[in-house]
């Protein structure tokens, strides 16, 4: 069998789900080659906090594509759960990046003086008064102004309900290999046995992205980085988001407290560990103590995919014209899907872009 699509994307992650959005809305025929299936990686599995990093320069790129996609997200909680009939939980609500030692509250300090009109300041009986249950270690913290959630694994399926009920197909089958004609790829083969002819394709497919590395032409700098998440069952519940370092912890939609994380660099490993259930729940109690007594309900495991300058891709491949990547978000992918899906179903079709990409170029790995 093969049949012909305007558009393939290799992935059904949310930034490949969101690619497939975008690009369903503009009335492309598209389809989603997924290997196992949708949101069943890093984007079914991750905390889902949409909040734009702290302290950085408003002219970054990272900063700017940050933003967008925060707008983008409140404009799809408009009307991406009521077209897909999926409750994604979004939802504005504070987020406090905590400092627990001198050090950390410094640097809190001066992103603050630096941004005062994106942050509020909460010295330890300010912070007392949000929440009494904060533990003795935690000094001081930073309210972000620019701070949301979702629940990730139902926003990377209504992305992808909402595209197919616009006529997107979805594929469970791995994409082997591809055969060209020419300056473009034809055809794609996929383990199901059938090829699909496709006029343009994007490569979103998180770590394993680099899979694909001698279609573009480079090696693919994006690595797989693991982390790791505990639900917990409480009587009491966390309203807030509270971050510090690497860690967060909330309730979610689910009614269960979710605490994270690990940054580890494991290779392919996707299987929970002792060492990510010790090393969240001493740093979680530290925070709010009360958890000692809650109850392990599940801990998972996935594997963000890390660009080599922790920045995100969005580029054409050096060897095919009609082959794109988007992919290399790390620890923000829920936040940047939107953008991505958005900036690469716009260059894909010509369209001008809303942000300036050329800063995700693969091209500045070459430097
Ligand atoms: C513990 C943890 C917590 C996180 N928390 C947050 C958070 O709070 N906020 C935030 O913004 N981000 C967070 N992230 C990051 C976010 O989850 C990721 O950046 C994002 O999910 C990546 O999405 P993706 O679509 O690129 O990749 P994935 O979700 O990995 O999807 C890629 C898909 O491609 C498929 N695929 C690969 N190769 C092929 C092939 N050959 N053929 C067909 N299909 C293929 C895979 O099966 C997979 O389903 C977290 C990540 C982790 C691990």
Not at 346 to 367: G, P, Y
Request: with cysteine.
């Amino acid at each position: 069998m093969n049949e012909n699509f305007d558009l393939a994307i290799i992935g059904g992650g949310i930034v490949g789900s969101a690619a497939a959005y975008y690009s369903s809305l503009k009335g492309l025929k598209v389809v989603i080659i997924e290997k196992d299936s949708v949101a069943s990686h890093a984007s079914g599995f991750a905390y889902g906090g949409i909040t734009p990093m702290v302290g950085l320069d408003k002219n970054s790129p990272y900063e700017k594509i940050s933003k967008y996609s925060y707008e983008l997200h409140k404009n799809l909680s408009t009307e991406l759960p009521d077209f897909s009939g999926i409750d994604y939980g979004y939802k504005i609500y504070p987020n406090i990046e905590l400092a627990l030692d001198e050090n950390e509250e410094s640097k809190l300090r001066s992103i603050y003086k630096d941004n005062s009109n994106n942050f509020s300041w909460c010295d330890r009986n300010e912070l007392q008064k949000i929440d009494h249950r904060l533990g003795p270690k935690v000094l001081s913290g930073l309210i972000s102004n620019y701070s949301s959630g979702v629940e990730p694994y139902k926003i990377t399926l209504a992305l992808a309900t909402a595209a197919e009920k616009l006529g997107a197909r979805i594929i469970n089958s791995e994409v082997l290999e591809c055969i060209s004609k020419g300056s473009k790829i034809d055809q794609l083969r996929l383990s199901n046995g059938n090829n699909l002819s496709c006029e343009n394709i994007i490569i979103a497919a998180g770590p394993w992205s680099m899979n694909f590395s001698k279609w573009f032409g480079v090696k693919i700098p994006i690595t797989p980085l693991k982390g790791q998440i505990l639900r917990l069952r409480s009587d009491e519940v966390i309203d807030k988001g509270f971050h510090w370092g690497p860690n967060y912890v909330t309730t979610k939609q689910d009614g269960l407290i979710w605490a994270g994380t690990t940054e580890e660099e494991e290779g392919f490993d996707e299987n929970p560990s002792n060492y990510g259930l010790n090393s969240i729940l001493e740093s979680v109690v530290e925070i709010f103590p009360f958890l000692e007594d809650s109850e392990l309900v599940l801990q998972t495991a996935c594997l963000r995919p890390l660009s080599a300058d922790k920045s995100p891709i969005i580029s054409k491949s050096d060897v095919y014209e009609n082959l794109f990547l988007a992919s290399g978000t790390g620890r923000q992918g829920i936040l940047l899907a939107p953008a991505m899906g958005k900036l690469i179903s716009d260059i894909t079709t010509n369209n001008k872009t809303e942000i300036e990409v050329s800063d995700f170029s693969h091209q500045r790995f070459k430097n």
